[in-house]
């Protein structure tokens, strides 16, 4: 007889409360410590967290959702499907970091966006050649790990046909999921060995169903699970979607023999009445949003987990997603005001309301009554709350709105930002940041700490924007930048200086492998109390004949990378933030900044998983963007980024915001980008990146000159720009300079050859 719980999360934080596995791994890296003691590290942020959900009351906890870089790398060591590349590497952690990273010989796997999250994942490579081999011993030693602690542990893995649908084809045009049934036999003693653990229960994420797929890969799931489920000597399955509804997968999926299926109710809309095998199934309710910070309409909630209980025979209570995607906890804020601290809710506080409503549906809604009603209570103050609604900003954006008018056509504009400019075929430039150096970084902390004052803060920045300024001029660049060092984060750093939003001090999540933003929190209505960069960028151009880009984040991205509101609809948020960017471009503009750019790098990764909600998305956006950049003269270039995502689903929208110049990640996907542009008529700059800055491989003179050949191709020569792929923030110096210097050298030779 299948066991059954009635709490449950479908993932948590693997970062450590105080980012104890990235500074551990980054230590790795450097060679300052060896395997064991990273191991060890990792060993005991496992055990704790799995321990404070036990402590907190959950009766099934996910284990193997840690990973050292990313789920879906872990998937394919878990199935053998690294890229041959990494092979030579002999030791597997190393192997492992080599396709997260690259290494000087070895170019990494590409990275793009998990759906529409600001989480990165790796992204597979399977190739005609290769051959699928089950390597069960990471999450089979997890297992044991939990089991021994005395955790009701639920092994969690990325289910086969995710898996497939989110890795890239090499060396052929068949479709990934043709190559399923390889994998099933892998599932299937997976699971055996599972059972044999000791695991009562196993769950199979498949998250790309929610998206829109054909009735051929709806099928292929049904007969995947229709197989697995057929197993006798197997764990209970719990099959998780999340980010939306399952849709016409549903019914397909709960006609097979699977036992339960977690779904997402804050995200999605599955109707689960009108599926009758459900009534049979054990149901995972996604009530608790585990993407969000917001604390949890519990009535509401409550109402929901209800009105499931007419329908289906057993039910669970759950986050709606892993809760990779939050904070660990709101106790290590306390410089909240009260009326704030009351509305938010992080992980720890999302595992309590799990809890709170599993004793309401248990127990008795009586039993927890004080817990509903301070949610009720913070519902009203933050209904009332005049910060969310500021009339002045209100209306001066809805006069903005009426009044404002588009800029000329992008050939008036080239001819007369060439005119101010002067600039050579195929001008060179970076995205903006230069590596945040430990002299940064104390100084940072020392400002933090008051042992220096805002006066010295600013006297040391400067220095290091000449040491940048001067390093660029150095190394013949021609468009320069400032650096960045006084910004802490390209979205915190805006977030901090704007009206409506509110910037944690410990609310780290995890963006990718090792790095980790805080991302802030939108909850009133945005408006700039003053400038934010006008004095940096002009100290910057006092330095130099060449022109300094000054740089923005855009509204799109401002609003991706924080932690929005949930009263008003996103594009009224986006818009308010457009207009507070939009008076900053045109200060830039007034101060003699004749290049701006705007930075959209997560344009793409906002874009609904369903087509018929794209529309709307990419109206709204694109338009936001418009309006924080329309605000200048013809003659003033705007500039814009995009970073590591799929892009062929946004590729008109990438024409529509009218930036002058667009760079572009093109390094790990080998310009591929570039046909897509041709595609859709694409007759504005672009610069498409020509190394990748995520790998510390430097990339030679040769290298760098055939990628801008290939660029040629596709962009005639008085368009295109030479570029790395994204900021260097993140990089040595050492190698930053190797690699400019090779980017510059590169240009020159292609520049020799037109």
């Known amino acids: 007889m299948t066991t059954t719980f009635t709490s449950t999360v479908l993932g948590s934080p693997r970062i450590g409360p105080h980012r104890e596995l990235k500074r551990a791994t980054e230590s790795y890296w450097a060679g300052r410590i060896d395997a064991d003691a990273l191991q060890a590290v990792a060993r005991d942020l496992r055990r704790q967290g799995l321990a404070d959900l036990r402590d907190l009351g959950l009766d099934s906890i996910p284990v193997n959702t840690f990973s050292f870089y990313d789920q879906m790398l872990d998937t394919a060591v878990l199935l053998g499907a690294l890229p041959d590349r990494v092979a030579s590497v002999a030791d597997p952690l190393d192997r492992y970091f080599a396709a997260a990273r690259g290494t000087d010989t070895i170019a990494p796997l590409e990275m793009t966006k998990w759906f529409d999250t600001n989480y990165h994942y790796l992204v597979p490579e399977i190739s005609p050649s290769t051959t699928f081999a089950l390597d069960p011993s990471k999450v089979l030693s997890e297992l044991a790990e939990a089991l021994s602690d005395g955790i ?209 549906l248990t127990q008795g809604r009586e039993s927890v009554e004080d817990e509903f009603a301070l949610a009720r209570a913070a519902a009203s103050t933050r209904k009332d709350d005049r910060r969310l609604n500021d009339a002045s900003v209100r209306g001066r954006l809805d006069a903005v709105l009426n009044s404002a008018t588009g800029r000329a056509p992008a050939a008036e504009r080239r001819a007369a930002q060439d005119e101010l400019l002067s600039l050579p075929p195929l001008p060179t430039t970076t995205i903006g940041s230069y590596p945040q150096t430990s002299k940064i970084r104390i100084a940072r902390a020392a400002l933090r700490k008051g042992e220096i004052d805002e006066a010295e803060y600013v006297n040391r920045m400067r220095a290091e924007i000449a040491e940048v300024v001067a390093l660029q001029e150095k190394l013949d660049l021609d468009v320069l930048v400032h650096g960045e060092p006084e910004r802490n984060d390209m979205v915190q750093y805006f977030a901090e200086q704007l009206d409506g939003f509110f910037a944690t001090a410990n609310g780290w999540v995890q963006s990718y492998g090792t790095r980790c933003v805080r991302p802030p929190i939108l909850y009133g209505d945005v408006s700039r109390p003053k400038q934010m960069t006008v004095d940096w960028i002009t100290y910057a151009q006092s330095l130099t004949d060449k022109p300094v880009k000054g740089m923005l984040t855009g509204p799109v991205t401002i609003l991706a990378w924080s932690f929005v509101r949930d009263d008003q609809p996103l594009a009224d948020s986006a818009n308010q933030v457009a207009l507070a960017i939009r008076d900053e471009t045109v200060d830039l503009q007034a101060a003699g900044i004749g290049i701006i750019q705007v930075d959209e790098p997560a344009l793409r990764e906002l874009l609904p998983l369903r087509a018929e909600d794209q529309r709307a998305y990419l109206d709204w956006s694109v338009g936001a963007f418009r309006l924080a950049t329309s605000g200048v003269a013809d003659s003033t270039a705007i500039h814009t980024h995009l970073c590591y995502s799929e892009f062929g689903a946004v590729i008109g929208a990438i024409a529509g915001l009218d930036a002058d110049v667009t760079s572009i990640e093109a390094a790990r996907s080998h310009m591929e980008v570039l046909d897509d542009l041709s595609s859709v008529g694409f007759d504005l700059g672009v610069g498409p990146g020509v190394y990748d800055i995520h790998s510390p491989r430097v990339p030679s003179v040769d290298e760098i000159a055939e990628s801008l050949r290939e660029a040629l191709k596709a962009v005639p020569v008085e368009r295109l720009w030479v570029n790395p792929d994204c900021g260097l923030k993140t990089r040595g110096p050492i190698e930053v300079e190797a690699s400019l210097r090779n980017l510059v050298e590169a240009a020159k030779v292609v520049r020799a050859e037109l």
């Open 152 to 360: 009701a542990a639920r092994p969690v893995v990325i289910g086969p046909v995710t898996f497939l649908l989110l890795s890239k084809a090499v060396g052929t045009d068949e479709p990934l999921l043709s190559r399923l049934d390889e994998l099933l036999p892998l599932y299937a003693d997976l699971l055996g060995r599972l059972a044999k653990a000791g695991a009562s229960w196993v769950q199979f994420d498949e998250p790309a169903l929610v998206g829109d797929r054909t009735d051929e890969e709806i099928e292929a799931a049904r007969a995947a699970y229709e197989q697995l489920s057929a197993l006798s000597k197997r764990p209970s399955i719990l099959l998780a979607s999340y980010f939306g509804s399952l849709r016409d997968a549903l019914p397909a999926l709960a006609s097979t023999g699977v036992e339960g299926f977690a779904v997402d109710l804050v995200a999605g809309q599955d109707s689960i009445g009108s599926v009758p095998e459900l009534a049979r199934k054990l149901i995972v309710a996604g009530v608790v949003d585990g993407r969000n910070i917001w604390r949890s309409d519990l009535d509401s909630a409550l109402s929901t987990l209800g009105a499931l209980l007419g329908s289906v025979d057993t039910l669970a209570v759950s986050t709606s997603c892993s809760l990779l995607h939050v904070p660990y906890t709101l106790d290590a804020e306390s410089d909240v005001d009260k009326a704030l601290r009351s509305w938010l809710a992080f992980g720890t506080e999302k595992v309590k309301e799990v809890v709170t409503l599993a004793t309401a």
